[in-house]
């Protein structure tokens, strides 16, 4: 079967030549990501993240379920990544491969197992009815980094979601449409964001942020951290390869940080300017009576 | 000529017999994009545009994208596989079956002298033979004169990823006036020293004493095939980007 | 049912009676499987686990039938196999829990452990030396007390030393943990070595491999919340818990080395005899 080439000979020795002479092959500084870009939809909950060439759909959707036996005061929150032939030839359908499962399993780490979101606040009739909350991500292009884009995607999603008002009144549940109740957003309790590093060198000395795909085809070693803005680190992992410093896993937390507030300044910015968007002729325009028509 | 006003065409569309050259001794020769439907209709297969050539009567479409699809004489980097008894396993795009590069095929090249090439080693070489349904092979030497010709093995350096559009326009004869690409013309004239090797498979492949250069280049390469940029703007591209470096 | 950590502050003891540097009972033992190239069996208090390894052998039919959920990490190159793959299979037994939980084959926890024992090995092992074969681990897990990756690194490691596969160092790893959960600020929180099951439920803990003796660590992974503040301490506390680890580890090879060597009984040999014996 025809399959991925790996990058040359001239490409890895030439890449790590210029690492090590401090020059990264777009010209970026070694903590620098490559632009950032958001957009969300005209729906609510989705949210396109592109660093670079790398670009990430994700959206949010939320139904009506019956929750879990074993949790029945809480709601469903599912996270689904799966890797298209879209994003690149060497991922199939259905076959997931170690990267696909890695990535999941550390969006799942990260933003639920940290408990962003409130997933007691989804409960809508205890042990009957609950809200099921599903992101789906898309990988649309792939050019590295695919965990730090796809996390941004999911949290930038979600914060952008609003789902469906609704009542109990004698234990029936009315689930009321946009027009009747404008949606509420979800019950958020913090942002995380993942921050990637890559190792290069024998003794994994060199690191990198935000690495491209053939950088990432070259390092020994990578390591995601995920942070939110107050300081909590919501997981680690360095899961292998080359062993790096202790003291410069240390550092490379603390950047991890700084990386980590600019991204939940630079979310909370765009979320504000599209809530402004939306609101356009504000709470008057809603209520006019006549049309254009 | 091409005609003044370049004209497009879609996959199925139909050619006006006015565009077609005609010439009294050569026979009408179809490029990429183009397929002869016996008796006498052709119909474009890609989207792009329509160019003729009068003078050697032959036509073609030019278009940006896709897969590179190997043709003879074209000259493409490739990237050595694995070796087997007398070939070398060439790969020229990711995710298709691989070319093959006999291990003669090299300037003065014998049964008891020939390259050893690791896997993942460079080469830069011509097209020999395409076919439909066969793999393609290679060479690095001609075989009318026995010499390398600026084929061969590239050592050091790196190979930078480029449109097939803009690979094409690179190999053109006058890459000035008809490719409307001078960016590498440009930073050579600002005292860069450097060499290329461009790919007809979307690579190129810049090589120089030092990094900062072959990254630059990489740099003002990938920007004006992004960014589609005109002959000015890549003016304006080579200096800001040596400013940048000093 | 939460942990009572009140008790923590007055007598400074943790609920299994140890200190906040005290690992739990370590014991080891390898070649105990006779059939294998390599074998070890560990515990870690109550975690324990078992590993066998064959290989380097020229590797099986590829597995792309089964597709990644066998659950085969491809540790180091991959494509034209320059170097040895290694391919880690955990089996964790019904009966190694509490509650009898069935482990669905494709729990992406699990593959996960599985990529990660993979490729923390292919960073310590030799595996230039062997193309075109795979070194095959397979790990099973008969008990669970906390700390089961940690168990897991030190089980394989110890069974790559004993099917002689040429390594730069050992691969140990341990737990740390924090004694106040993240929500709590407070500055006097002590790290804690080795968490067990329950201390791992209920506080901030991360898993810590290094290489040999030196600070270099080849697998962090921590999955709670936790301040970064906190992260210095338990890493510190984690890489020393790790050397005291390595040493359990190499005092479990020499001594069966020496026995071997006693009893004459070294029809393996392989790697034995350089081995310095004091």
Redesign the interface.
């Known amino acids: 079967m025809?399959?991925?080439?790996?990058?040359?000979?001239?490409?890895?020795?030439?890449?790590l030549?210029?690492l090590q002479?401090k020059?990264?092959?777009?010209?970026r500084q070694f903590d620098q990501y490559r632009p950032l870009e958001l957009t969300f939809g005209d729906q609510y909950g989705v949210a396109d993240v592109a660093f670079g060439k790398t670009k990430i759909l994700a959206k949010a959707s939320a139904e009506v379920t019956v929750p879990y036996a074993d949790r029945p005061l809480d709601g469903v929150f599912a996270i689904a990544t799966e890797l298209s032939p879209m994003a690149s030839?060497?991922f199939e359908v259905n076959?997931?491969?170690?990267t696909e499962?890695?990535l999941?399993?550390l969006l799942?780490?990260t933003v639920r197992?940290?408990?962003a979101l409130d997933t007691e606040s989804l409960c809508l009739v205890a042990g009957q009815k609950c809200w099921s909350i599903r992101v789906d991500v898309h990988v649309l292009s792939h050019d590295g980094n695919l965990i730090d884009t796809a996390c941004f995607a999911v949290v930038a999603a979600l914060r952008h979601f609003r789902k469906p008002d609704t009542s109990v009144e004698g234990g029936i549940l009315t689930v009321y449409t946009p027009a009747e109740r404008e949606p509420v957003p979800l019950s958020w309790l913090h942002s995380p964001f993942c921050v990637t590093w890559s190792f290069y060198g024998d003794?994994?000395e060199i690191a990198v942020l935000d690495a491209t795909w053939t950088e990432e085809q070259i390092r020994v070693?990578s390591?995601t951290i995920s942070?939110n803005r107050h300081?909590?680190?919501?997981?680690?992992?360095?899961?292998?390869?080359?062993?790096?410093?202790?003291?410069a896993?240390?550092q490379c937390?603390?950047i991890a940080?700084t990386k980590a507030k600019d991204f939940s300044v630079f979310l909370d910015k765009k979320l504000a300017e599209d809530t402004k968007k939306r609101n356009i002729g504000g709470f008057m325009a809603e209520l006019r009576s006549e049309n254009d028509r | 000529m091409a005609t003044a006003q370049p004209l497009y065409v879609l996959p199925g569309d139909t050619i006006d017999p006015s565009l077609i050259p005609t010439h009294k001794k050569l026979p009408l020769r179809l490029g990429p994009g183009l397929r002869h439907i016996p008796p006498s209709a052709i119909v474009p297969t890609v989207a792009g545009q329509l160019v003729a050539d009068h003078k050697k009567n032959s036509m073609w479409v030019e278009y940006n994208g896709g897969r590179y699809i190997p043709a003879p004489n074209d000259l493409v980097i490739g990237q050595i596989q694995r070796s087997a008894a007398d070939f070398y396993f060439m790969n020229l795009t990711p995710f298709t079956s691989n070319a093959t590069l006999p291990q003669l095929a090299f300037e003065g090249a014998t049964k008891k002298n020939r390259p050893q090439l690791a896997s993942g080693a460079l080469v830069y070489a011509r097209v020999v033979l395409a076919n439909r349904h066969m793999d393609p092979e290679l060479e690095c030497v001609s075989s009318s004169t026995g010499k390398a010709e600026g084929l061969g093995p590239l050592t050091g350096g790196m190979a930078f990823d480029v449109s097939l559009g803009l690979a094409r326009r690179l190999l053109m004869a006058r890459s000035r006036e008809e490719g409307k690409v001078e960016i590498l013309e440009l930073l050579g004239a600002e005292g860069l020293a450097f060499e290329t090797a461009v790919g007809r498979n979307g690579k190129v492949w810049v090589g120089s004493d030092s990094a900062k250069t072959i990254i630059l280049v990489g740099r003002a390469l990938r920007e004006t095939d992004d960014g589609k940029l005109d002959v000015d703007q890549q003016k304006k591209l080579a200096k800001r980007l040596i400013r940048e470096m000093k | 049912m939460p942990l009572d950590t009140s008790a923590y502050s007055l007598a400074l003891l943790r609920v299994d009676g140890r200190r906040w540097n005290e690992l739990r009972r370590m014991h080891a033992q390898i070649r105990t499987q006779a059939a294998a190239d390599g074998s070890s069996y560990l515990e870690m208090g109550h975690t324990k686990v078992m590993c066998v390894v064959t290989g380097p052998s020229e590797p099986g039919p590829r597995r792309s039938a089964v597709g990644a959920s066998g659950g085969t990490g491809v540790g180091g190159g991959s494509g034209e196999a320059a170097q040895a793959e290694v391919a880690v299979s955990i089996v964790i037994a019904g009966f190694s829990s509490v509650d009898r939980k069935r482990t669905a084959r494709g729990d992406k926890r699990i593959l996960e452990m599985q990529s990660t024992i993979s490729n923390a090995l292919a960073g310590s092992l030799h595996t230039h030396l062997y193309p075109h074969s795979a070194i095959n681990i397979s790990l099973h897990v008969l008990s669970q007390d906390g700390s089961l990756l940690a168990a897991l690194i030190n089980a394989a490691t110890l069974a790559c030393v004993d099917a002689g596969i040429p390594m730069t160092d050992y691969v140990a790893a341990c737990t740390a943990g924090s004694t106040s959960t993240y929500a709590a600020g407070d500055e006097a929180a002590d790290p804690l070595l080795d968490l067990n099951q329950q201390e791992e439920q209920e506080l901030p803990g991360l898993t810590v491999a290094t290489l040999g003796e030196s600070d270099r660590v080849a697998v962090l992974v921590c999955e709670s919340r936790v301040q970064v503040s906190r992260l210095e301490g338990m890493l510190a506390v984690a890489v020393d818990g790790c050397k005291q680890v390595r040493e359990i580890l190499d005092r479990v090879v020499r001594d069966k080395g020496r026995r071997m060597v006693q009893e004459g009984t070294i029809e393996k040999g392989v790697g034995v005899n350089d081995m310095e014996i004091d």
């Open positions: 025809p399959r991925e080439i790996e990058p040359s000979l001239n490409e890895k020795q030439f890449v030549q210029a002479e020059f990264r092959l777009d010209g030839p060497a076959r997931p491969t170690e499962v890695l999941s399993r799942e780490k197992r940290s408990g003794r994994g070693a390591c942070l300081g909590e680190i919501c997981q680690i992992s360095k899961l292998g390869g080359t062993p790096v410093e202790a003291v896993l240390l937390t603390s940080l």
